[in-house]
């Protein structure tokens, strides 16, 4: 299993980004993808997933700014990051969670200025 994910960059507060996250070599339903943040010199946290019926869910703090969706045909899930802040800054990983293990993308880097 490999997840690629893309689309991270420089962006001003206020601004916005899409991550994507693309799976390939799995036998798994991306519904089971997630998307974490590892904020410097903080631990990884659960940003976006989907529930088991198929609908979404984020952390309190990404509520409200940050939609999840996915694209079956393509394995390929969509981290739509809208009012972007300062202290979203990270390093943002894409998960697979397969019944026997995890897999995680090689992460990409969303820095935003103030």
């Known amino acids: 299993v490999q997840l690629q994910a893309s689309g991270g960059g420089l962006v001003q507060a206020g601004g916005s980004l899409t991550l994507s996250c693309a799976a390939s070599?799995?036998?798994?339903?991306?519904?089971?993808m997630r998307w974490f943040r590892q904020a410097p010199g903080k631990q990884r946290e659960l940003v976006a997933f989907?529930?088991?019926?198929?609908?979404?869910n984020y952390a309190d703090s990404f509520k409200g700014r940050f939609t999840l969706s996915r694209d079956n045909a393509k394995k390929t899930v969509y981290l739509q990051m809208n009012s972007l802040k300062p202290e979203d800054t990270g390093v943002y990983f894409c998960?697979?969670?397969?019944?026997?293990?995890?897999?995680w993308g090689q992460g990409t880097q969303v820095t935003v200025s103030s």
């Open positions: 998960n697979l969670r397969a019944p026997n293990r995890d897999y």
């Open positions: 989907f529930t088991s019926g198929g609908s979404t």
């Open positions: 070599g799995s036998m798994f339903s991306i519904n089971n």
